[in-house]
């Protein structure tokens, strides 16, 4: 007996961890139970889930304006509050939070326990941090990204299509299309479509 529910305790979570293995071989059952897991959180208020894709059991869809798009993968422990779009293809991966107004092209993956936070608390010295007001410009990242484990990227920025964010990077400043950015605060490390060439960036 306790054998058998191990097997399916394991079973079970190893999609929440791994989405994009789910297609390839998850059972009749678990395509069911996730199709009907979609179809309950379609029923909340403030939470659009177009079709395909894979959300974990374990992750967190805060109801508000949760608009994602086609075969999203969003694997256990991530959070999605606030305003987060996405569009098709995007990969959220284990323990990431992303709080809106966050939008996120096609063909994304965000890594494991990235954080994406599209506000600030103000910072005047009139009142206590925990009674500052939220600021707020939110983030955008773009089509074809890859962001790396542990990255950071603050409210305001703009990452550019095709851009790669490297892990444990704080991204704080926009970046432009094709980046390869890194570091603490990330500097461009160098053009993705290049091996070393920082001068196209910036022409
Ligand atoms: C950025 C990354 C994609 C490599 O890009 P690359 O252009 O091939 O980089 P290279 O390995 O040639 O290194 C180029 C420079 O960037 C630096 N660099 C690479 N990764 C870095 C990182 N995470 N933070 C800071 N600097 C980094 C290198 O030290 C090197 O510096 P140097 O020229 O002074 O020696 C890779 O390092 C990375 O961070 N990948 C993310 C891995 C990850 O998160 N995996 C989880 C799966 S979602």
Not at 34 to 63: D, V
Request: some cysteine; glycine content about 12%; hydrophobic content about 40%.
């Amino acid at each position: 007996m306790i054998p058998k529910l191990f097997r399916f305790a394991y079973y079970f979570s190893r999609h929440d961890n791994c989405p994009w293995e789910f297609n390839k071989n998850a059972s009749n059952f678990r395509k069911t139970f996730q199709k009907k897991y979609q179809n309950l959180l379609r029923g909340i208020e403030g939470i659009k889930i177009a079709q395909g894709g894979y959300i974990a059991f374990g992750s967190k869809l805060y109801p508000g304006d949760i608009d994602i798009g086609e075969a999203n993968n969003v694997s256990s422990g991530a959070i999605l509050r606030g305003k987060v779009h996405t569009g098709a293809n995007v990969r959220f991966g284990v323990n990431c939070h992303i709080a809106g107004p966050v939008t996120v092209g096609s063909d994304t993956m965000i890594g494991n326990s990235v954080s994406v936070f599209g506000f600030n608390h103000g910072t005047d010295t009139g009142s206590n941090m925990s009674e500052q007001p939220l600021v707020s410009k939110g983030i955008h990242i773009g089509d074809d990204c890859w962001i790396g484990a542990n990255a950071t990227i603050l409210d305001g920025v703009v990452i550019g299509d095709h851009s790669i964010v490297a892990a444990g990077a704080v991204v704080t400043k926009s970046i432009p299309p094709w980046s390869i950015v890194g570091g603490v605060p990330a500097r461009v490390l160098r053009d993705r479509r290049f091996a070393n060439n920082l001068e196209l960036l910036s022409a």
